[in-house]
């Protein structure tokens, strides 16, 4: 599928122009529904363009007036990345900010941004916070969702997800990851459309390694 076939925004084509075909993945969450705002978990292997699935639905509402989108990761490092690479890409079209600091700050002067990129505990405190903008997020981003079964961030996470519904049923949710092991369950549960798929850039060769050589299987 030619990305010029999507039924984008025009300023979105000139900022994606480095991209010709969509990849298996993207394909499938397009005819899933993604730029109709449907709700999907996506589970694919790294590097199969997840993000851009992500970045596709965010841009969409965003240049259709729909509302803010909000991008959540488990670790600080990854939101300065991903916030750095959005600010770098979008910075023409939207503003993007970063917030996984302070717990105990409602952060007010996010009301004026399109994209916050945050860790969950940071999300979960502006929502303890009440923080007035969660209520005009169009997209949620959940990121490495699979971390619903760590022990030490999944019952934030849970919860978090559970706000979120409360606070804005209609906003479109995607869940993204490489690992899940009971991915129907969740989807049912997130109330999402699922998507699979297993290619990869990069085909990966499984083996083992013993006296000093790998016998590939």
């Not at 490092?77 to 959005?86: S, V």
């Not at 970063?98 to 502006?126: F, R």
Request: glycine share 4%; net charge negative.
């Amino acid at each position: 599928m030619k990305l010029t076939s999507l039924k984008l925004p025009e300023k979105l084509f000139s900022l994606l122009s480095f991209i010709d075909e969509l990849r298996p993945a993207q394909e499938k969450s397009v005819d899933a529904g993604l730029l109709d705002g449907k709700s999907l978990l996506v589970t694919t292997p790294t590097s199969s363009g997840k993000t851009l699935i992500a970045e596709l639905a965010m841009m969409n509402a965003i240049l259709n007036n729909k509302g803010k989108a909000v991008y959540v990761v488990p670790l600080r490092a990854l939101a300065a990345e991903k916030h750095r690479d959005f600010q770098e890409r979008y910075k023409s079209v939207a503003k993007v900010a970063h917030s996984s600091g302070d717990i105990d700050s409602t952060d007010s002067y996010l009301a004026d941004y399109d994209i916050i990129v945050c860790t969950a505990e940071k999300l979960d405190s502006l929502i303890r916070h009440h923080a007035p903008w969660l209520s005009s997020l169009a997209v949620i981003v959940v990121d490495e969702v699979h971390l619903l079964n760590d022990p030490s961030r999944g019952p934030t996470l849970e919860i978090l997800l559970t706000m979120l519904r409360e606070i804005v049923p209609n906003a479109q949710l995607l869940a993204l990851s490489a690992t899940i092991g009971n991915p129907e369950e969740l989807a049912e549960w997130l109330q999402a459309d699922l998507v699979q798929d297993d290619w990869r850039p990069v085909t990966l060769h499984k083996g083992t390694y013993r006296a000093g050589a790998v016998e590939f299987h």
